[in-house]
């Protein structure tokens, strides 16, 4: 049972323009969000994170939008640049059940020079 | 600073045998400690994951178990690998204190041949 899903398994953008990357979530208990990227062959990196108090955070390109009605979040980025070319895992947690981090299949993104 | 250990890297094990591996945390104390698989195609999987020495939960049903024998250490095992336990293995760990991002290993490829 995949209680958050990535519905697009890749995206390829031009350099310079924005990336959009897509999670649903099915959970109602889930209250932390998360962004991670991850290169082949090696560990998740944390990339930028929402609770659920907020609609919306923004970390110098990256920032991520919560509508907690949809039970949807978005990672943007922008301007996308070449090195950002990696597959985006979305996460989500629930603090009251002890934060057990619970990971979509992943978006592959191609930035195109 | 905290950092995360995991070993080995790559491991290539026959059909049957058992399989051990180590993950250990420094820099913090009573971490949550978590076990992810990622397998061909997919995304990360949660195996187990601890909030404290002894206490292990399991997420599916598998051929692979857990144990933290230690505070900051937490190892996957396996009496008998099955092909299909094929895949690349996260540690990870958090604070585990109200919203907290997860930090990832750099993991381990298994393949079982």
């Known amino acids: 049972d995949q209680q958050v899903k990535q519905n697009s398994p890749s995206l390829s953008v031009q350099e310079g323009r924005i990336s959009i990357l897509n999670c649903d979530y099915t959970?109602?208990?889930?209250?932390?969000f998360l962004w991670y990227k991850k290169y082949p062959a090696e560990g998740p990196t944390f990339l930028i994170s929402?609770?659920?108090?907020?609609d919306k955070n923004e970390d110098g390109r990256f920032t991520v939008f919560l509508n907690k009605s949809a039970k949807h979040l978005s990672l943007h980025i922008v301007p996308s640049q070449p090195g950002d070319s990696a597959v985006y895992f979305c996460?989500?947690?629930?603090?009251?059940?002890?934060?057990?981090?619970?990971f979509g299949t992943g978006t592959s993104l191609t930035v195109i020079p | 600073s905290q950092t995360i250990h995991q070993w080995p890297a790559t491991l290539v094990q026959p059909v049957g045998s058992p399989l051990s591996l180590e993950c250990t945390v420094e820099?913090?104390?009573?971490?949550?400690l978590y076990w992810y698989r990622q397998a061909a195609g997919r995304g990360l999987q949660l195996l187990f994951y601890?909030?404290?020495?002894?206490?292990i939960s399991s997420e599916v049903p598998q051929n692979l178990s857990a144990s933290r024998p230690q505070d900051r250490q937490f190892i996957l095992s396996s009496k008998k690998l099955l092909l299909s336990d094929s895949g690349f293995y996260l540690c990870?760990?958090?604070?585990?204190?109200?919203?907290?991002?997860?930090?990832f290993g750099q993991g381990t490829r298994l393949t079982v041949v």
């Open positions: 990870a760990w958090s604070g585990g204190v109200g919203w907290d991002e997860a930090f």
């Open positions: 959970n109602s208990m889930f209250d932390y």
């Open positions: 601890s909030v404290g020495i002894g206490q």
């Open positions: 996460a989500a947690s629930a603090s009251s059940t002890g934060n057990q981090f619970y």
């Open positions: 929402i609770s659920s108090i907020k």
């Open positions: 820099g913090t104390s009573n971490p949550n």
